[in-house]
């Protein structure tokens, strides 16, 4: 039972390059999250999903587009990276709204 | 929507004395409240959880307190060990299918040898 796993543990890209991070969970949980983590800022949530073939928008969207064709995988994609989206990019997810979401252990991303 | 905020935005104490956090919402229809530990350069991880219909929870050092009047929670560790060091996030929501956990800005604990 690996929980949620992210890969790539780190990527360096160059502004306007494109790239998708993986999270995959193997707890059958129906909700999952993508937050970014800057210094002074908590955990904001950028995308979230409900279930498999659903996505929803959270707080800090823009730039960021998600799918999540199967229940086990939640994808985040950056089209035009620009170095805004520097950050730690955490996976979570749960099994129901009242049960404790589970973190992946991050998804380091620089974009000079 | 939900605003979540923490008070002090840091935390020294010296090890075996007790440490609180607190933690204001917005939202009196939130009902889940957990609380985080992240460790420098690790992922958050869950030190405890209290729902609306409880008004504390105790697990060893570690408690929880809720007041829904004032909309409210504490997070309360006691005999800290500098083991204890780390960032503390609380968070709250809703229920329901859309629901979701809108996070504090995270404390940094101190603790002193």
């Known amino acids: 039972n690996a929980g949620v796993t992210q890969t790539p543990k780190f990527r360096v890209l160059k502004t306007g390059q494109s790239m998708t991070l993986l999270c995959a969970q193997d707890m059958n949980h129906e909700y999952m999250y993508w937050y970014r983590q800057d210094p002074g800022m908590g955990l904001r949530l950028i995308h979230y999903?409900?279930?498999?073939?659903?996505?929803a928008k959270g707080e800090v969207p823009d730039g960021y587009n998600v799918s999540r064709l199967k229940k086990q995988n939640f994808l985040l994609g950056l089209e035009s990276a620009a170095p805004s989206q520097t950050s730690v990019y955490f996976c979570?997810?749960?099994?129901?709204?009242?049960?404790?979401?589970?973190f992946g252990d991050g998804t380091r991303l620089s974009i000079l | 929507g939900e605003n979540v905020e923490q008070h002090p935005s840091t935390l020294s104490v010296q090890e075996g004395d007790s440490a609180v956090i607190k933690c204001t919402y917005s939202d009196s229809a939130s009902n889940y409240f957990p609380w985080y530990k992240q460790e420098l350069g690790k992922r958050p991880q869950l030190i405890i959880d209290i729902r609306s219909n409880v008004g504390e929870k105790k697990d060893q050092r570690i408690a929880v307190t809720l007041n829904k009047t004032a909309k409210h929670f504490s997070l309360h560790i006691t005999e800290t060990q500098p083991e204890d060091s780390a960032v503390y996030f609380c968070?709250?929501?809703?229920?329901?299918?859309?629901?979701?956990?809108?996070f504090g800005k995270g404390i940094t604990l101190s603790v002193r040898p």
């Open positions: 979570a997810s749960r099994l129901m709204w009242d049960q404790p979401q589970h």
């Open positions: 968070a709250a929501s809703r229920s329901g299918a859309n629901s979701k956990l809108t």
């Open positions: 999903s409900v279930g498999e073939g659903t996505t």
